[in-house]
């Protein structure tokens, strides 16, 4: 069991840990209806250029009209935004996770890949939730995507803690063992995991509390 006393960062990702999303209600969003488009947005997400607007190397406009409008040629920013205000939600049992650390006074964050229009869309859906953790580090902010290794020790540095004084809960198992890889206390977030890591982390049980 970790001891809250002795960690000085809690680092969360975003999706799938505080918010939930649906890659597949996107890709039909922007393919309109057709298989032949469906499958082109499919190969976005593991493109080049996907990894560009996620690091800041592609703006998202560069992004809208490089990747998503040869598929769909009247697609604007703001439609890319309204898309993901529409699926994402709120992942209960992460944000309660957040929401008691916060309480017991530990010094929580959010490191999370992520392009301009997707940030946009959180905060337009959840305004609170950048007041939840101290600070946030977003991909394309950093220029640097997990799991590169120098990520992680530039969220060490800026928070003037050392990578063995940090735990990282992400729910993708190799931005959880990039963490690991440089020192950090990784956890891989499930939803359905929620009373393990409660365990782990030394904090109560929700479903105990409720009893």
């Known amino acids: 069991m970790l001891s809250c006393l002795t960690m000085k960062s809690y680092i969360f990702d975003i999706g799938g840990v505080l918010l939930n999303f649906d890659i597949g ?19 976005i997400r593991t493109g080049k250029l996907h990894m560009g607007v996620e690091t800041g190397a592609m703006s998202d406009e560069e992004f809208l009209r490089l990747v998503i409008n040869p598929i769909e040629p009247h697609w604007t920013r703001q439609d890319l935004v309204n898309v993901w205000m529409e699926t994402f939600t709120v992942n209960n049992e992460g944000v309660e996770l957040l929401r008691d650390l916060r309480a017991m006074g530990m010094p929580t964050y959010i490191l999370s890949n992520l392009a301009g229009h997707n940030l946009e869309a959180i905060r337009s859906k959840f305004p609170w939730l950048p007041g939840m953790v101290d600070r946030a580090f977003y991909s394309f902010e950093l220029g ?68």
């Open 25 to 43: 209600f996107i890709s039909e969003r922007v393919a309109g209806g057709s298989a032949e488009k469906l499958e082109q947005v499919r190969g």
């Open 144 to 211: 640097l995507m997990k799991p590169d290794p120098r990520v992680y020790r530039r969220v060490c540095e800026e928070t003037g803690a050392e990578p063995s004084e940090c735990v990282f809960l992400d729910d993708t198992e190799e931005c959880v063992e990039g963490a690991c890889a440089v020192g950090m206390e990784g956890i891989l977030f499930t939803s359905d995991r929620i009373h393990e890591i409660r365990e782990r982390l030394g904090l109560p049980d929700i479903a105990a509390g409720q009893g």
